[in-house]
């Protein structure tokens, strides 16, 4: 035990006296904490617009204040003819052009009836969408005004209730997401390079011929990681309750609970990296392929799973993060218990011991 | 001259020997461009409905009915019982639920007004607007539907009646791929370029043949040069590769001109580089090393656009934006691919990302010593 311990101990100097390394290991989770909660929103505001009025009468006037007093449109230029849209999408000045028509004033008391023309720069279909959607609505608005409150009868009234966050803020499905990043990063990128790193430099020659197991060395090496990520787990959970005023609904022993397992499942990941490869760059690049990109794209807090082709959803299926992000939100944010997650836990138990034991298989006492 | 001569041939022969190196530099883009488009389908889709019905009329019967023709939504659930419903949604088997209350046919024949309650599963907030949003807007098309069955319109306007028509440029069928894939191809290029350079230092410093070079009468710049031109050469290969691959798996052939994109990813692949280079004097480690131009990389994807718009950004994220060449790049992209931009058109792009290249080149030449 006290050779076990003066290992890690080794392995925290290894960590300490690189003071970069532990310094982005300690602040990346809170700069993309921040960058997420604050900075990354679908939600359109502020699109630049450009308008072609070819009427300029007062109707247009007070339908153009009332489009440039929103917030989600920024009004950017003034057209005069149908040929400059197209020179205005290229330049990229404007993501959409509202066309009013000409003698919009007199059709509109003469006739009832005239006609607005959006054109959006599809070319970013979802912002396209939502910009005609807002123009549309303003538009609506604009129209109920001058209907002056007629009664309309049959009604159908709908009410919409948001479960479980109410203000649709986006840190409610990304923060469970970047817990999930980082643990990987830490636990299965840097085990995974420590140790390939010994091999590299033949420093861990050295160490295999010392009296201590050969596994127990490879466990000193995770042990320091674990603790970091700890670390990291908690001061995410801390900044997304203080910062972005994310709550936790469940339990916290359980929430923690849980991270330690998926950690847990990252090391063993690690280590199996580490057993099947021998050079650092090898090391990096099947940790970020095998392990990092999955995460980021098939656990579906970037994207939405159910709208991958089958295939990747077969995948998805054998992502650990994925399974992790499931708990972390029913745990966090829907305050479900160890009923409502024991299917995802007893999966991530499964495939840590699976990686455990198929890093062990492949654990070689002599190198080369 | 000479001298630089031979300095490439010994990195394009490192190069070419490693054949990890190279597997990466060929397989990974082309591995990408061929799945990460196919998961990063923002398109709503697909939205799982949960109808807890208390009324059974044919009222909510038709309701249904028109719901689910409209392809937006898939009946994952009919039942009585809201708590039902809300397992479903507990369990993530539903997204929203519709609740039909018991007197909802005939408060609408006999009061003229009802209610429907809706129910929608928010954590991720941008698709539970758009899924409600959907969901209204189906709703009123129905309420205005059999409206006009019991109320005979007034055949000409009297109230003013605005239409509004809408069309989507450049992007019809607003496909989601189109959008996605150059700016992956950005990303790629981007990875190839700060993560190789910076790594193939720092490997020569971890392994001590630095201190060889150093011993040489080689110039700095010689051997800064030495390292750009093969990764320089490389990018503009995965980006021939890039741009194959999307035209034969996605169909996307760029509207705006190849040289355009061709002269722009030349300046950019400087830049980036530079950046790498400037890095890998910096590090001591390919740990390091790696760990530093992963956490740049970081910030630099998600402050580039590629996944969210930059003009929602908050002030200070867009000020960052405007430091970050990943985000010049990708719009230029997506202006030339899908919009048709002229060089003209970018013009001011190209001279921003060359300021990046000198000034990051500059430091590094600087900023490395041919001392240990």
Not at chain 1, 205 to 212: C, F, I, N, R, T
Request: aromatic letters at 12%; proline letters at 4%; a positive charge.
């Amino acid at each position: 035990m006290k050779q076990f311990i003066s290992f890690v101990r080794k392995e925290f100097y290894h960590i300490w006296r690189d003071k970069r390394t532990m310094f982005i290991l300690l602040v990346m989770p809170i700069m993309q904490i921040i960058i997420f909660g604050f900075a990354l929103t679908n939600e359109v505001k502020n699109a630049k617009i450009a308008i072609l009025d070819q009427s300029h009468d007062a109707a247009t006037a007070s339908l153009l204040s009332e489009i440039s007093a929103s917030k989600y449109f920024d009004l950017e230029a003034n057209l005069y003819t149908q040929s400059q849209i197209d020179e205005t999408f290229k330049s990229g000045k404007a993501k959409m052009v509202i066309v009013l028509p000409a003698n919009f004033q007199s059709d509109l008391q003469h006739t009832n009836s005239v006609q607005i023309q959006l054109i959006a720069d599809a070319s970013d279909p979802n912002t396209a969408t939502t910009l005609i959607n807002y123009a549309s609505s303003v538009i609506r608005d604009y129209q109920l005004r001058l209907t002056a409150e007629q009664k309309i009868p049959y009604i159908i009234n709908t009410q919409v209730r948001m479960l479980y966050n109410p203000q649709l803020k986006g840190a409610y499905s990304f923060v469970p997401g970047v817990m999930a990043m980082v643990l990987m990063l830490v636990c299965t990128m840097m085990t995974a390079i420590t140790i390939v790193r010994e091999k590299e430099m033949g420093t861990m020659e050295v160490m295999l011929v010392s009296p201590m197991q050969p596994l127990k060395i490879v466990t000193a090496k995770a042990v320091p990681y674990l603790l970091l990520s700890i670390v990291n787990i908690i001061s995410i959970l801390l900044l997304s309750v203080y910062v972005l005023d994310v709550p936790i609904e469940g339990s916290l022993l359980l929430l923690m609970a849980e991270s330690i397992l998926f950690t847990l499942t990252c090391l063993s990941f690690g280590l199996f990296i580490s057993a099947v490869t021998d050079s650092q760059q090898t090391a990096m690049f099947i940790s970020l392929t095998g392990m990092f990109l999955p995460t980021v794209m098939l656990s579906g807090f970037m994207f939405p799973v159910e709208n991958m082709p089958l295939p990747l959803r077969i995948i998805s299926h054998a992502v650990p993060a994925r399974w992790f992000y499931q708990i972390v939100r029913s745990v966090m944010i829907k305050g479900l218990d160890i009923s409502g997650v024991w299917k995802e836990t007893v999966i991530l138990i499964g495939m840590t011991i699976f990686l455990l034991g198929l890093a062990i298989k492949k654990f070689k006492i002599r190198l080369a | 001259m000479r001298t630089l001569l031979f300095l490439l041939q010994k990195e394009f022969k490192q190069i070419f020997r490693d054949k990890g190196i190279l597997r990466v530099i060929f397989m990974m883009p082309a591995m990408q461009l061929l799945i990460l488009p196919w998961a990063a389908d923002y398109e709503i889709k697909n939205i799982r409905l949960a109808v807890v019905d208390h009324d059974h009329s044919v009222y909510a019967q038709n309701l249904i009915n028109k719901i689910t023709a409209s392809g937006y939504f898939q009946l994952d659930k009919y039942t009585g019982y809201y708590n039902d419903a809300l397992h479903e949604i507990e369990d993530d088997d539903a997204d929203i639920i519709l609740e039909i209350p018991t007197s909802f046919e005939k408060d609408f024949v006999k009061e003229q007004s009802t209610n429907l309650f809706i129910a929608v599963n928010a954590i991720n907030g941008v698709k539970a607007g758009l899924g409600a949003g959907y969901l209204q807007t189906i709703l009123s098309d129905y309420n205005q539907d059999i409206r006009l069955k019991w109320v005979q319109m007034p055949k000409f306007n009297n109230s003013p009646n605005i239409n509004v028509t809408y069309s989507n440029w450049f992007n019809p069928l607003m496909n989601y791929k189109y959008f996605m894939v150059p700016g992956i191809l950005v990303i790629l290029l981007t990875m190839v370029g700060s993560f190789l350079a910076s790594l193939n230092i720092v490997k020569e410093k971890e392994i001590g043949t630095i201190e060889q070079i150093n011993v040489t009468p080689i110039k700095k710049y010689h051997f800064i040069l030495g390292k750009l031109i093969p990764f320089w050469v490389l990018g503009l290969i995965i980006l021939t590769i890039g741009l194959t691959i999307a035209r034969l798996a996605y169909g996307i052939s760029p509207a705006g001109s190849l040289l355009t994109i061709y002269v722009f990813a030349a300046v950019y692949l400087l830049a980036v580089l530079g950046l790498g280079l400037l890095l890998s004097t910096y590090c001591a480690t390919q740990q390091q090393a790696m760990l530093i131009s992963f956490f740049m990389m970081m910030i630099f994807v998600l402050l580039s656009g590629l996944y969210t718009p930059i003009d929602s950004m908050p002030e200070w994220a867009q000020w960052i934006t405007r430091f970050n060449p990943v985000s010049y790049f990708i719009e230029v992209m997506r202006m030339v691919v899908l919009k048709g931009s002229s060089l003209s058109d970018v013009r001011n792009n190209i001279f921003i990302v060359l300021g990046f290249a000198v000034v990051l080149n500059t430091w590094a030449v600087f900023s490395y010593r041919k001392r240990a």
